[in-house]
């Protein structure tokens, strides 16, 4: 009976401290992925950021205090200031750096931006376009290197990023075709009188579900990809076990490498739709 009873106190204690593991585990993973007041480096090192008193305003509390995500989008708009202005624009033939942001610049004027908004509004969009895919790539690509973290997981940077798309649409869109004129494009030509109120409110709602759906589909994307990569690497910690590394290794180097590849494809989603919105408000007739 006492042999039965320690048996199963041991097999309690076990599966309590593998509970206790995954856990850890699930923290761990939680914590690499969501913003936090302190910005982690490796070795321990943790930085903590400059926090204020929240504001009120209107009934709402607006909070101002520097976090990781938003010393992540402080970088990366640095690192994009630094590659433009290190660029030699008195040079007609450009080399390294110069050429391959000058072969994005083009792609992005001719295939994104001049495709889906025509000639003039192409050219007039280009310098929004290439901000857009430029800055998403690289905030995509620095949560891939340990010293950073991904500031795109973040969906209030990715509704940031969506609501200058909207915004750009709605005003300039209005100022194309007018505040009457442009929200009456907004119903297809043809509908009945009788169905067009309700025709209105049905694009109403479609349009800002387009920006919506812009904003979760790059913070979901950049989420899930950290978290199956984080999940691999915490099955060495869980398991304990050298069998668990020949698993958990060469599959999060292959997650690691399909993350380089989606977060360019998400950039380059972002850019495209952005101008295909952009260019539907300004060329309603097309």
Do not use: C
Not at 30 to 56: T, Y
Not at 116 to 132: C, D, I, S, Y
Not at 217 to 241: C, E, S, Y
């Amino acid at each position: 009976m006492t042999e039965v009873t320690n048996t199963t106190a041991l097999s309690d204690s076990l599966s309590t401290t593998a509970a206790h593991q995954e856990e850890n585990i699930g923290q761990w993973i939680i914590g690499h992925i969501s913003n936090s007041n302190e910005w982690h480096l490796p070795f321990g090192i943790h930085i903590h950021l400059p926090q204020f008193e929240p504001i009120q305003f209107l009934g709402m509390s607006i909070d101002l205090s520097i976090t990781n995500h938003v010393v992540m989008v402080w970088i990366a708009a640095l690192i994009i200031l630094l590659m433009f202005r290190a660029v030699n624009k008195t040079k007609k033939v450009q080399s390294g750096l110069g050429m391959f942001l000058e072969m994005i610049t083009i792609f992005i004027r001719d295939e994104i931006a001049i495709s889906n908004m025509g000639e003039e509004q192409g050219r007039k969009f280009t310098p929004l376009l290439v901000t857009f895919f430029m800055f998403i790539l690289i905030a995509n690509m620095m949560g891939l290197v340990p010293i950073f973290s991904t500031s795109t997981s973040n969906i209030s940077v990715t509704a940031s990023l969506a609501l200058i798309t909207f915004i750009s649409t709605q005003v300039f869109g209005i100022k194309e075709g007018g505040f009457i004129g442009y929200y009456k494009n907004l119903v297809p030509h043809g509908v009945p009188l009788a169905m067009w109120p309700l025709m209105f409110v049905v694009e109403l709602v479609s349009l800002i579900a387009k920006h919506v759906a812009l904003t979760i589909r790059l913070f979901a994307n950049m989420t899930a990809g950290h978290i199956v990569l984080f999940a691999l690497i915490g099955l060495v910690v869980v398991f304990k076990a050298y069998f668990a590394s020949l698993i958990s290794v060469p599959f999060g180097i292959f997650v690691f490498f399909l993350e380089l590849l989606v977060a360019t494809i998400q950039a380059y989603i972002f850019t495209l739709l952005s101008a295909l919105f952009i260019g539907m408000s300004v060329n309603p007739d097309h």
